[in-house]
């Protein structure tokens, strides 16, 4: 499957607003110093993205109850899960006006403990040099998950399995799904927001 933008507006994948804030001055400041530091947008990119993957923490993995949701939220406080880590990379690379934008996947939460099918957020990322739009995955390495960046093959965090009723979406939207947005800022702890995961989204396609 190819990866494909919502809509053919570039610009709707290059703009601020509350959510992805990259106006805020600790979003300009680490993105200035990455984007002084690598001159191509690759590099950027790459950089960026394993900045968010590795350095910001995924809420479930340090059992941190507090919920994040803006890009300088998640920022400031070194963590948050899968669709905050996804605002804030985002942030970064439009800082950069490098187009990027948000895609879903819905899985199995917990093959063992919780068998019931959830969404999970990433990014679509658009490299210029190769004229493409690709998946990039940011929740965080750990037991076993070793997402990459790739721009030839994809290295996700999950693979999805149809057989268990999972499904994928290789849509890349301009803005986070209004229903998760809506979740997220409902919920006053991790924990709350465990027992009611997003598993409809706003958008129309999936």
């Known amino acids: 499957m190819v990866v494909?933008?919502?809509?053919?507006?570039?610009?709707?994948?290059?703009?601020e607003d509350n959510v992805?804030?990259?106006?805020?001055?600790s979003i300009t400041?680490?993105?200035?110093?990455?984007?002084?530091?690598?001159?191509?947008?690759?590099?950027?990119?790459?950089?960026?993205?394993e900045f968010v993957r590795d350095n910001i923490s995924h809420s479930a993995d340090i059992n941190e109850d507090m919920i994040t949701c803006t890009a300088s939220e998640v920022l400031n406080a070194g963590h948050g899960i899968c669709f905050a880590k996804s605002h804030l990379l985002v942030a970064l690379l439009r800082y950069r006006s490098v187009p990027a934008g948000f895609c879903y996947q819905k899985l199995i939460l917990d093959d063992k403990t919780a068998p019931v099918l959830v969404y999970h957020g990433l990014n679509g990322v658009y490299i210029k040099e190769y004229e493409k739009w690709i998946r990039l995955d940011a929740r965080g390495n750990t037991n076993g998950i070793d997402a990459q960046f790739s721009i030839d093959k994809e290295k996700l965090a999950f693979e999805v399995r149809r057989d268990k009723s999972e499904e994928d979406s290789f849509i890349v939207y301009p803005d986070p799904d209004?229903?998760?947005?809506?979740?997220l800022t409902a919920s006053k702890t991790r924990t709350r927001l465990w027992e009611n995961l997003p598993d409809e989204l706003g958008y129309k396609s999936v």
């Open 4 to 15: 494909t933008p919502w809509t053919d507006n570039i610009e709707e994948y290059l703009k």
């Open 20 to 25: 992805i804030d990259y106006k805020n001055e």
């Open 29 to 49: 400041q680490i993105a200035k110093s990455f984007s002084e530091k690598y001159e191509s947008d690759i590099e950027y990119i790459k950089a960026v993205y």
């Open 178 to 183: 209004v229903k998760i947005i809506k979740k």
